[in-house]
């Protein structure tokens, strides 16, 4: 059946009685919402509920997924003992996530770790839905995976969750997705985390998005502002919308800011959820769809793992795309570790037999030939993600009005000096910037002058989109 719906939710403890002690009437449509998500919850009755959670144990270079089978959980820490529950972790779920995250070279915590406390970003969702199964007769049967955020790019929490995604349909579990995570901290000044422009400006961006259903816009903030905004939400919610894909429907409850931090609460449904009889609501899941292997992507990572473990040149597949066999061109191949580049060389025109041949060849320079970076070696291959870029023919232009730094890569040369830049790179907007990065390349100065040639890019990645750092 797969994700029956999701949600994100804020983590306030005083939204708990036992704890707010009446503070929680200050937010009474976040209390509210919070109720209605908790009754729908109850009433899909999931086998398993995912908590994406801000508070989960968190790790610069990995991401936290729960491993042991049970665990408890309390608001002893905020003067509410009583408030208690036990939770059962899904294993077989988090261990297929686990699999599948780092067979995609996205790293995770070592199996079988585990904290022996749920932390509270993950005990308030789950205190609201046990409240709605009790207020409908029922036992709070479900299972738990509970997944931690983690110092890495955006485009890694995306991936991440596509990993999720297919876990879950491999396993054929009803999951039920909610995403914990508040908003900006710092949204008036007599509170204790103060204010700074940035925190309603982020706040409400992401009541915008959760309004118009746009979760693509949850990867295209600017960093500066996520970090002034003192947010411990974006990256939860990152780690969902990669788990949904596309075509889901957003709808946002409330949004409350009354203690100077951002309490926001949407539902969002899958796109036949509309159209769905209830009578479906039992029928079996349809076969996991096997997960598309971009083909120059695994060539450039097969060639990567040959050369590295055995210090060889990948002999050509056979059986590869005629694009590859046949066409010649420029490539350009990069390698990342943790987000991180960790090596890049690229050809600007064709300097091998054919495209493939193209790709091994600089998967291996990338690898070994970086002068920026050490050698790869064969215990940094499971963190190394690859993308590959293969460039059209170069052409002349006129001057920089011809020039896009979204669309066209651009080359400059003087002399036998010669620069690159990619198109679409992070951190470059204008064409300014672009032409001056790649005169630096070269070793141009800038009021040098210059011949100008402009190309286009076919990019293959993990995951569709360019990774950050990019050279």
């Not at 939400?233 to 409350?256: C, D, N, V, Y």
């Not at 002349?396 to 066209?408: C, G, K, N, T, Y």
Request: aromatic content about 6%; overall charge negative; glycine content about 8%.
């Amino acid at each position: 059946m797969g994700i029956l719906a999701a949600y994100a939710v804020p983590h306030p403890p005083l939204i708990i009685p036992a704890v707010g002690r009446g503070m929680e009437r200050g937010i009474p449509a976040t209390v509210r919402s919070y109720e209605a998500v908790a009754a729908q919850v109850a009433q899909l009755r999931p086998e398993t509920i995912v908590v994406t959670s801000p508070h989960a144990p968190l790790f610069r270079d990995g991401f936290y997924i729960s491993g042991a089978a049970r665990v408890h959980g309390s608001m002893a820490d905020f003067r509410a003992p009583r408030e208690q529950m036990e939770v059962t972790y899904d294993q077989e779920l988090s261990e297929r996530l686990r699999s599948l995250a780092n067979n995609a070279s996205i790293p995770t915590t070592r199996a079988g770790y585990d904290d022996n406390q749920l932390d509270h970003a993950t005990f308030i969702p789950l205190w609201f839905v046990n409240n709605a199964y009790a207020a409908a007769g029922l036992s709070p049967d479900y299972q738990v995976v509970r997944v931690g955020l983690s110092g890495l790019d955006f485009a890694t929490h995306r991936a991440l969750g596509q990993a999720l995604a297919q876990a879950i349909g491999e396993t054929g579990r009803r999951v039920v997705f909610i995403a914990s995570g508040d908003l900006s901290h710092r949204l008036k000044p007599e509170e204790p985390y103060g204010f700074v422009p940035e925190g309603p400006a982020f706040d409400s961006e992401i009541c915008r998005i959760f309004e118009e259903g746009s979760l693509e816009g949850l990867f295209q903030f600017e960093r500066q502002l996520v970090e002034a905004a003192g947010e411990c939400g974006l990256r939860s919610f990152q780690i969902m919308a990669g788990a949904l894909g596309i075509g889901w429907t957003s709808q946002l409850l409330s949004h409350e800011d009354t203690y100077g931090v951002g309490y926001a609460v949407a539902v969002l449904s899958p796109p036949e959820a509309a159209d769905t009889p209830a009578a479906e609501a039992d029928a079996q899941p349809a076969p996991a769809a096997e997960p598309v292997v971009d083909p120059y992507v695994a060539l450039a990572r097969a060639a990567l793992d040959h050369f590295v473990t055995t210090g060889e040149d990948l002999p050509q597949p056979a059986n590869l795309p005629e694009d590859m066999t046949t066409r010649r061109a420029g490539a350009f191949v990069s390698l990342h570790k943790h987000g991180q580049l960790r090596g890049c060389i690229g050809t600007i025109s064709a300097t091998q037999p054919c495209l493939a041949a193209e790709i091994i060849r600089n998967a291996r320079c990338a690898a070994n030939e970086d002068p920026r970076f050490s050698p790869v070696r064969p215990e940094e291959l499971r963190a190394i993600s690859l993308s590959v870029d293969v460039l059209g023919e170069a052409e002349d232009i006129a001057d920089e009005s011809q020039l896009d730094p979204q669309r066209f890569g651009v080359i400059v040369t003087k002399g036998w000096r010669r620069g690159l830049l990619l198109p679409a790179l992070e951190g470059v907007d204008t064409v300014e910037q672009q032409v001056a990065i790649a005169r630096q390349k070269a070793g141009i100065a800038p009021g040098e002058r210059v011949q100008l040639q402009r190309f286009e890019v076919v990019r293959h990645d993990r995951g569709g989109e360019a990774p950050e750092g990019r050279p």
